[in-house]
């Protein structure tokens, strides 16, 4: 078993950054985390009217509707098997904003040849990412298609209710400093949120995730 990136990536995970394939290297064989930290130059919202759709997002720990500059965050990556047997890692931010510490929940897995992105606390939207290595070893992550489990419930979202989230992810060797960039647009509404800033990692050794940093429940429906 490798990491879930170097799954779906397959060969292409080679034209990685040295520093990302180590990043998005992380699994239960490979027997490391990573957790960065660093500072947000900018976490930026839309204008009013897409802030019900941010308090929404928030409650669940998915997106919200603060707004800063120069903000310190982390970023915990471990690797853990779910109640279902697959290979799942975390990808928790957490956000200080003044007072206020904003988190934003994801738990990653690799299905048919894909990586899956099972957004906020309770596992409620999976989200298929589409992973595209640049010419200079950044990688780049699109959303597309996003389906709602909850209980006996589960449909499709309609392209019009959705946020395609675009991220972008470098290593730059002069700063010796990992690079992220986020935007999240809908088709209507537009930009309704993103934020851009520079981190360092430290790779300790895990073969499971903390319990803090797992979702409330886990779905199996992808």
């Known amino acids: 078993m490798t990491s879930i990136f170097a799954t779906a990536l397959g060969a292409d995970f080679e034209r990685l950054h040295p520093m990302l394939r180590r990043r998005f290297g992380v699994g239960i064989t490979t027997g490391y985390a990573c957790v960065g930290t660093g500072v947000m130059s900018s976490v930026r919202r839309g204008p009013w009217w897409t802030l ?12 919200f509707p603060d707004q800063g500059r120069d903000v310190p965050f982390t970023i915990e990556n471990f690797p853990y098997v779910d109640p279902f047997g697959r290979e799942t890692v975390t990808f928790v931010r957490e956000y200080l904003l003044g007072s206020r510490a904003r988190r934003f929940d994801a738990t990653m897995i690799a299905d048919r040849g894909a990586v899956i992105d099972y957004l906020g606390t309770h596992q409620h939207l999976a989200v ?3 992973l595209t290595v640049e010419d200079d070893g950044s990688l780049s992550l699109t959303s597309t298609e996003q389906r709602f489990s909850e209980g006996p419930i589960a449909f499709r979202f309609p392209r019009l209710l959705t946020g395609q989230a675009r ?3 470098s290593f730059d060797d002069d700063a010796g400093v990992y690079r992220i ?3 999240v647009r809908n088709p209507v509404l537009g930009f309704l949120f993103g934020y851009e800033g520079t981190f360092t990692c430290e790779f300790p ?4 995730a ?3 940093l797992k979702p409330v429940r886990h779905e ?3």
Do not use: C, Q, W, Y
């Open 210 to 212: 903390p319990d803090r």
């Open 205 to 208: 050794k895990a073969a499971d």
């Open 220 to 222: 199996v429906r992808t």
């Open 52 to 63: 019900p759709f941010l308090h929404l997002g928030a409650a669940r720990n998915i997106l």
């Open 167 to 169: 991220l972008r992810e």
């Open 181 to 183: 960039s986020v935007e």
């Open 128 to 130: 298929d990412l589409e």
